[in-house]
């Protein structure tokens, strides 16, 4: 068939590594992802799917992202990005498991011309792929790999180089609506710039902002774009005072070494380096920029932090309180989507005190985003940072139509506009995200202080067990109970129960090999101690970890 002899060629200087012990390669909640030295003949077929979702989806441009995130610098991962910028479609995450997996060229054209017959593909139709990817040295070669397929497969492309995986996101959103009324922005990095400097100008309306903030980018793509990002903010209209620091790109093997939004959440303390500065508020990007978390070192209490949970109550309850102004109450939905990491005390003030519905899912953003859609305004946020705040046509029309009859309704329906521009709409984006915050702090004059003051967490840990077979693990209940191995969740309960307020749950990672086990008590100690009794269970039932 179509370009059998071309893929054959191609596939054939782009091998892929037969796993250990037979395993198989798995699109998992980010892809595919693991040591870069395994992923070139994986990124390689990663580009025939994406030809095959593009020539699928009526050759809309689909997008490529080279990334592993918060991951060590030797890892590497690629993952494809649908056309309004979302995650790719579930039902076709098998399919790029089965063309990845398969064990020769032969099988994979065999494979790649089935799934085309099967998918009532046109192969001769115009397909599109772009792609970016982050710091990582690695990047760079299987950028060719993904290169050489989109060429055997006659696809259009283009490579945005390096970026921040919701950059990506906006681009794929920003080619497919271009010239469109919905169109998302002007298609390039710049136009992303452009698009968020101008929100965050209109969002802000001359408040000020309290003092200046230090962001610490692991090292990652994060630091030059932010920098990038910066020089597009009007210094007249704005005072908006950034210390950029661990921005160092050149050196890989510092990327998210004891710093980022991983470290912090997980630490749960300041990245050592540069010295933390009592006082000053305090932001962290993971390695792609699409996870943030805020903090300050206080100088009577130490450290506290401010997750994904944070940002969400503090989102939901700043939208809220506009929609409210806006007369528009009774007319759009919100609601707040979480995981079963989010902090009990976050779900109970939203529940309570923001009177607002809460949704938990499993983890990953793609279930998230995906309930989050049901809503007018739906706030979805990981506790580890990754989140954004998703507005429905409906939504966006009424900031628009609405006729104000007061000044002070008109104010809350232009900032709700404005935030609809400010939030990225196709994924969690850190960079956003954090201009979200700042101009909520703006908004109300609040210091981190004043917004830690909101509830009081529940103290809790995270912890990582590495066995010698994650796949055990089986969750049901949006991953709060497991429901294999047989007798595990049993043990966990009567652990649970010797603490007051207590809870706790352990999942097979999805991105990396290894169970996580969280856990939350009344007091510190508690949950260090929980925590520790349901890593052993896991230990026990989790198979040799040699
Ligand atoms: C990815 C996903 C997130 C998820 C995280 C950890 O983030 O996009 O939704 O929370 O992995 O997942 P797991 O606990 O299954 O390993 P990132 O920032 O690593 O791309």
């Not at 494979?111 to 599109?128: C, F, G, M, R, V």
């Not at 920003?174 to 100008?201: C, H, I, L, R, W």
């Not at 980022?260 to 500065?277: E, I, L, M, S, Y």
């Not at 067990?465 to 991953?479: R, S």
Request: overall charge negative.
């Amino acid at each position: 068939a179509h370009h059998d002899e071309r893929i054959l060629a191609a596939a054939q200087k782009h091998a892929i590594v037969p796993l250990e012990q037979g395993q198989l390669y798995k699109y998992g909640t980010a892809g595919f992802r693991m040591k870069a030295d395994l992923l070139d003949g994986v990124t390689f077929r990663v580009g025939l799917l994406a030809s095959l979702r593009s020539r699928k989806l009526n050759s809309q441009t689909i997008g490529v992202m080279i990334t592993a995130s918060h991951n060590p610098a030797v890892d590497n991962g690629v993952k494809i990005v649908d056309p309004m910028g979302e995650m790719l479609e579930q039902d076709w995450e098998h399919l790029a498991t089965n063309l990845v997996n398969a064990p020769t060229p032969e099988d994979l054209v065999q494979y790649y011309n089935q799934l085309a017959t099967d998918l009532k593909i046109d192969l001769s139709a115009p397909a599109k792929v772009i792609y970016g990817r982050d710091t990582r040295p690695s990047g760079h070669t299987l950028v060719a790999a993904l290169a050489a397929a989109l060429e055997a497969t006659e696809t259009e492309q283009v490579d945005y180089k390096i970026l921040t995986t919701p950059q990506l996101h906006y681009l794929v959103r920003a080619t497919n609506t271009e010239g469109t009324p919905t169109s998302y922005g002007e298609v390039s990095e710049v136009g992303y710039y452009k698009k968020m400097a101008d929100a965050f100008v209109r969002a802000l309306k001359g408040r000020r902002i309290n003092g200046p903030l230090i962001v610490d980018c692991a090292n990652g793509v994060g630091g030059p774009k932010l920098a990038e990002f910066l020089k597009h903010v009007p210094q007249d209209k704005v005072n908006f005072e950034v210390k950029i620091v661990n921005d160092d790109v050149l050196r890989p093997e510092v990327l998210n070494l004891e710093s980022g939004a991983d470290f912090v959440k997980t630490k749960q303390r300041a990245p050592p380096k540069p010295a933390p500065q009592p006082g000053v508020r305090s932001c962290s990007l993971d390695g792609d920029a699409d996870r943030l978390i805020y903090y300050w070192i206080d100088p009577d209490t130490g450290f506290f932090m401010l997750d994904g949970d944070r940002i969400s109550s503090l989102a939901a309850s700043f939208i809220g309180d506009l929609v409210e102004s806006a007369g528009l109450k009774d007319e759009l939905r919100i609601g707040v989507v979480q995981t079963a990491y989010a902090n009990g005390a976050s779900t109970n003030y939203i529940r309570s005190h923001l009177k607002l519905p809460v949704m938990c899912t499993p983890t990953g953003v793609k279930h998230l985003h995906h309930v989050a859609q049901s809503f007018d305004i739906g706030v979805y946020f990981e506790a580890n940072g990754h989140g954004t705040v998703l507005f429905s046509p409906d939504a966006l029309r009424a900031f628009k139509t609405t006729e104000p009859q007061s000044p002070a309704q008109q104010d809350a329906l232009t900032t709700l506009a404005a935030l609809s521009d400010l939030i990225n709409q196709t994924v969690g984006d850190a960079i956003s995200d954090m201009l979200l915050v700042e101009v909520i702090l703006a908004h109300k004059n609040w210091s981190l202080r004043d917004w830690a003051m909101t509830y009081n967490d529940l103290p809790n840990r995270l912890v990582r067990v590495v066995v010698g077979n994650k796949d055990l693990f089986q969750t049901t209940d949006a991953e709060r109970r497991l429901s294999h191995p047989e007798g595990a969740q049993e043990q966990i309960d009567a652990a649970v129960k010797k603490y007051k307020d207590a809870r706790a749950f352990a999942r097979a990672s999805g991105t990396e090999n290894a169970c996580r086990v969280y856990a939350e008590a009344a007091t510190n100690s508690e949950a260090i101690e929980l925590a520790k009794q349901v890593a052993q269970i896991i230990e026990r039932f989790g198979g040799n970890s040699q």
